[in-house]
């Protein structure tokens, strides 16, 4: 009888123990990275084959909205800084866990 409960309670904490350990998420789409949000934002560009290969770091916080907010673009002339601020300034992301005000940097490449 003793071996009996001893058996019971350990199948009982094995299947409370596999419960946890499920993915409850396991259904639902997966957020993107942060960086293809960012590269899905500034996708459609009208740049000349000039500007192709530019590359500029950009450094930016998020805001208590998930807004991006941009601080500074970095090696990128003023059309390119123009057009990236534009288009990264204020656009909410998607991230299940972030920082508030945690500067982020990223670097972005122009192609065309």
């Not at 350990?10 to 990275?33: C, I, Q, R, V, Y």
């Not at 090696?75 to 991230?95: C, S």
């Amino acid at each position: 009888m003793r071996k009996l409960s001893i058996t019971l309670i350990a199948a009982m904490l094995f299947a409370t123990g596999s419960l946890f350990a499920n993915d409850f998420n396991k259904g639902n789409e997966p957020t993107k990275s942060l960086s293809e949000q960012i590269g899905a934002l500034l996708e459609q560009n009208s740049f000349s084959q000039d500007q192709d290969g530019k590359t500029a770091e950009v450094i930016f916080i998020l805001n208590n909205e998930k807004e991006i907010v941009v601080l500074s673009v970095n090696g990128a002339d003023d059309t390119l800084g123009g057009f990236i601020k534009a288009r990264l300034n204020y656009k909410a992301v998607e991230m299940s866990s972030f920082e508030p005000g945690k500067k982020y940097a990223v670097q972005v490449r122009i192609t065309v």
